[in-house]
């Protein structure tokens, strides 16, 4: 499950790194210098937990939370810091990271 979690979020890109929300470090990179990572806005492991013990009317709500989200590496290990205690795009806005929608070309704003 945690495979086809991963394929998912890929899906509506054709490369893993060219999703449709990206940092804006990641955007404005030199793509040649700087090592790109695929990151999951809302973590897998506690997707496929969710899924394991969900009944059946719930499962789109979950499946509706598959994003990936281009960072550069250095924010994916800013981001982990994060992991335990949030999730989302809360995770984001904690590490100091901005996301854009390139498909609006409009920052990413939290909402709680």
Not at 43 to 60: G, Y
Not at 75 to 104: C, M, N, P, Q
Request: hydrophobic residues 30%; aromatic residues 8%.
């Amino acid at each position: 499950m945690d495979v086809l979690l991963y394929k998912l979020s890929e899906a509506e890109s054709y490369h893993k790194h060219e999703t449709r929300f990206r940092s804006q470090e990641a955007l404005n990179c030199d793509k040649t210098k700087t090592k790109l990572r695929h990151d999951h806005v809302y973590p897998r492991s506690k997707m496929v937990m969710e899924l394991e013990n969900a009944r059946p009317d719930q499962i789109d709500s979950i499946l509706e939370r598959i994003v990936g989200c281009t960072v550069t590496e250095e924010e994916h290990s800013r981001l982990s810091k994060f992991d335990k205690e949030y999730d989302g795009w809360v995770r984001y806005e904690k590490a100091g990271i901005v996301i854009i929608d390139t498909k609006t070309n409009e920052t990413i704003t939290i909402t709680r």
